[in-house]
């Protein structure tokens, strides 16, 4: 199985950082990478496929990038509305499996 | 928008069975692939599996193969998730998700989450 690997488990930031969060994959995975947020008591949210495509709807804040074994999403400036836990996963073949999270907290 | 609900979970006893539901609509449910995600109290998310638009090909984690069986209703609108001999490590959420689709010239095709449900809990406990 891939095994997905996210770095830092969890960060402090400020309203306004822009914030990189690490994701790295046990093998080669070529694109096939999305990254989803999700808050306290809620159901992921999907942002991004591709590596780097944000789905509909998702700010142009978000960004990702990244192909083969490293990847990164970026928060340009942090919202209030962003502080959440992030996960990647890959999808580009069975088992699928996602990164542990990294929670990005209030500093 | 795309809605998900799914429903059917509770407190069972190990070794017992329960039958999750999700029901799908506004969209046309028989053209996307459709899977579960699961999540245990207070950890990460885990893919649990996937089913085709027409039921033709199944995938399963190995922690529910053999247990687990993933299915559809494309008349009705609705994915299931029926789950036999059940444990106490299968304690989560049950999200249903639904597959997104795009096509990549260099890559190929790829199939995402897009839409997800709001959850349902199963507590496997004696």
């Known amino acids: 199985d891939i095994q997905m690997t996210q770095s830092p488990s969890s960060l402090s930031a400020s309203i306004g950082d822009r914030v990189t969060i690490t994701c790295r994959a046990s093998?080669?995975?070529?694109?096939?990478l999305a990254w989803f947020q999700q808050k306290p008591g809620k159901a992921p949210k999907s942002l991004i496929y591709?590596?780097?495509s944000l789905l509909s709807g998702v700010p142009s804040k978000f960004s990702g990038s990244g192909s083969g074994t490293h990847f990164t999403l970026t928060i340009s400036s942090l919202q209030p509305e962003d502080f959440a836990t992030y996960y990647c996963?890959?999808?580009?073949?069975?088992?699928?499996?996602f990164g542990q999270g990294t929670k990005v907290e209030v500093k | 928008e795309v809605q998900l609900v799914e429903s059917g979970g509770g407190l069972v006893k190990p070794g017992g069975s329960l039958r999750l539901s999700c029901a799908a609509s506004?969209?046309?449910?028989?053209?996307?692939?459709m899977n579960w995600v699961r999540q245990a109290p207070g950890k990460g998310l885990e893919w649990v599996s996937s089913?085709?638009?027409?039921?033709?090909?199944?995938s399963y984690a190995d922690s529910v193969k053999g247990r687990f069986t993933i299915s559809r209703d494309n008349t009705n609108n609705f994915l299931y998730l029926q789950m036999n001999s059940l444990r106490a490590e299968d304690t989560a959420v049950y999200y249903c998700?639904?597959?997104?689709?795009?096509?990549?010239?260099?890559?190929?095709?790829?199939?995402?989450?897009?839409?997800w449900g709001q959850g349902t809990l199963v507590t496997v406990s004696s």
């Open positions: 998700a639904r597959d997104g689709t795009y096509y990549d010239v260099l890559t190929g095709y790829h199939y995402f989450f897009d839409y």
């Open positions: 506004r969209f046309t449910f028989n053209s996307y692939r």
């Open positions: 089913i085709s638009k027409t039921s033709t090909y199944i």
């Open positions: 093998q080669d995975i070529s694109n096939y």
């Open positions: 591709a590596a780097s």
């Open positions: 996963q890959h999808y580009g073949s069975y088992p699928w499996t």
